[in-house]
Each structure stands twice: as structure tokens, then as C-alpha cells.
């Protein structure tokens, strides 16, 4: 595989998966890893999409860990829907995965409603003009609400799951209310809720949220996530992770993760 400036291949660890990345471009994070986990549940034979692909991470990572017929990745940038596509192609997983290059605004144009079984999404966390402003455009798009924001991913959503259907989302907590607002807004009932805390005394970082289309209001709060035990090792669960991403280069990554969560 012919690899483009400033390009590298990471070993995903797991089924032989690799993936392209560019490392002054924006890398995928633990939060997709931990999404693609809260997510994996999905049925035999399901056709999931990805809104906000990236470098297609998750569809790569779904692949492996469950046995979904169809995987799509929406990715706007083409520039990095052409890295993800090439990843596609390094697994061999092109029969089962598909990366399209479109503003998910679009995605009516292309996609009839109800079409999807399942979708997971790890969209921009940062309203347009807030938090600190990445000058390299690729990460500019996916850090902030550029080129659609949360409404505009859930209400595409809501479009394009069928009835009974669930959206599986990662995000900030303290975007939390506007998330559950809009969510209900658009038909798309939260039934499981769980946060990644740094430690039990400290506030959490992550929010993962699952809702279901037409669904009747029920919402399950799981146990959080700690990143550490209270004498600073990590907890168990965490460490299941790093087992999953054992070899130092990962473990450099997921310590530098940690590090963009201040925790």
C-alpha cells in the first residue's frame, strides 16, 4: 500500500486490522475505541452506518467485532475519506465496508428513509467559534461544528434509522442536555447512558448515549467507567482496553488520550 506524505500505518491489534493515518492530521482517539465497544451488540446481517467516518476508525473496528452485512462511513473531507478508503482496501474489507465522501446534510439525496439498522456517530464536539481554534483545517472540521452540528447529525439520523432502530453516540457530558433535547425532539428515544470519569471523585470526560427510534421512554444508566483506582493505578475494566491495544506504540497513544482529557 502506497503510503502518502507524512502518512503511516498503525497496527489496530486485533483480526490483523491496520489503518492509515496522518499524523499531522486528526488521529482517532479511545473515544471511538470505547464507542465501537458500547456499540458492538449489533445484530446478524445489519447495515450500519458511520456519520463522521474520519479516517474510519469505527467502521474498521465493527468489522471485527460483530457481524453487521453492511458497514458506510460519511465523511465530508476528501482528502481523508480517500485515507479511509485506502484503509478499506489494506483490510480487504471493500465487500463489506463503503467510505463516501458527502456533507451528511445530503445524505436525503442519496439515502431513502429507513435505511439503516443501526447508526454510531463520534461527531464534532465544539460549537462553531468555541474552545481553542486547531489552525490545520482537517482538524478544525472534526473538533467543531463547521460543516453541521449536533442537530444536524441527529435529525439525519432520525431520517435514516428504521422504526425500533438505535443511533449510538460519543460526546462531551457537558453537552449532555442539548443532546437529550434534541434527541427526543427528533423521535429518537435515550435508553442507555454511560460516563467515563477519570477517577470516582473527579467529573466525567465522556458520555456515551444510545437511542432508539419510536422507542417508549425508559433511560438505563450504566456504571461509569473509571480511568483510575483511587492510588492511581488503572482500574480494571480500563485495563481491558490496554490489553486490547497492548503494544507500546498504542499504549503511547492512549497515555496521550488521556492527557487531551486532562485527566
Avoid at 465493527?62 to 479511509?84: C, F, H, N, P, Y
Avoid at 463516501?100 to 446534510?105: D, S
Avoid at 468555541?130 to 467543531?144: A, D, F, P, Q, V
Wanted: charged share 25%.
Amino acid at each position: 500500500m502506497e503510503l502518502r506524505e507524512n502518512e503511516r500505518i498503525d497496527d489496530l491489534e486485533l483480526n490483523n486490522l491496520k489503518i492509515i493515518q496522518n499524523k499531522n492530521g486528526f488521529c482517532f482517539g479511545m473515544d471511538s475505541v470505547l464507542l465501537s465497544d458500547f456499540a458492538k451488540n449489533v445484530k446478524s446481517n445489519a447495515k450500519v452506518i458511520d456519520l463522521g467516518t474520519g479516517t474510519g476508525i469505527l467502521p474498521i473496528l465493527l468489522s471485527a467485532k460483530t457481524r453487521a452485512s453492511k458497514i458506510i462511513g460519511i465523511e465530508i473531507q476528501k482528502e481523508v475519506a480517500d485515507m479511509a478508503n485506502r484503509s478499506i482496501l489494506l483490510n480487504n474489507l471493500q465487500d463489506k465496508i463503503e467510505i463516501v465522501c458527502e456533507n451528511i446534510k445530503n445524505l436525503r439525496n442519496i439515502y431513502e428513509t429507513n435505511s439503516f439498522d443501526v447508526i454510531v456517530t463520534n461527531p464534532p464536539y465544539k460549537t462553531k467559534g468555541t474552545g481553542g481554534i486547531n489552525e490545520l483545517k482537517s482538524k478544525l472540521i472534526s473538533r467543531h461544528e463547521i460543516t453541521a452540528d449536533l442537530e444536524d447529525f441527529i435529525a439525519i439520523s432520525s431520517y435514516l434509522l428504521k422504526d425500533q432502530s438505535s443511533i449510538y453516540m460519543v460526546h462531551r457530558p457537558e453537552r449532555l442536555v442539548d443532546i437529550l433535547s434534541i434527541f427526543r425532539k427528533y423521535k429518537l428515544e435515550p435508553k442507555e447512558l454511560k460516563l467515563v470519569q477519570p477517577s470516582c471523585d473527579k467529573a466525567p470526560n465522556l458520555v456515551l448515549i444510545k437511542a432508539t427510534k419510536n422507542a417508549k421512554p425508559f433511560l438505563k444508566i450504566d456504571k461509569p467507567l473509571y480511568i483510575y483506582n483511587s492510588d492511581g493505578t488503572y482500574t480494571e475494566e480500563l485495563l481491558k482496553y490496554i490489553i486490547k491495544y497492548r503494544r507500546n506504540t498504542w499504549l503511547v497513544k492512549f497515555i496521550w488520550w488521556l492527557h487531551l482529557l486532562e485527566i
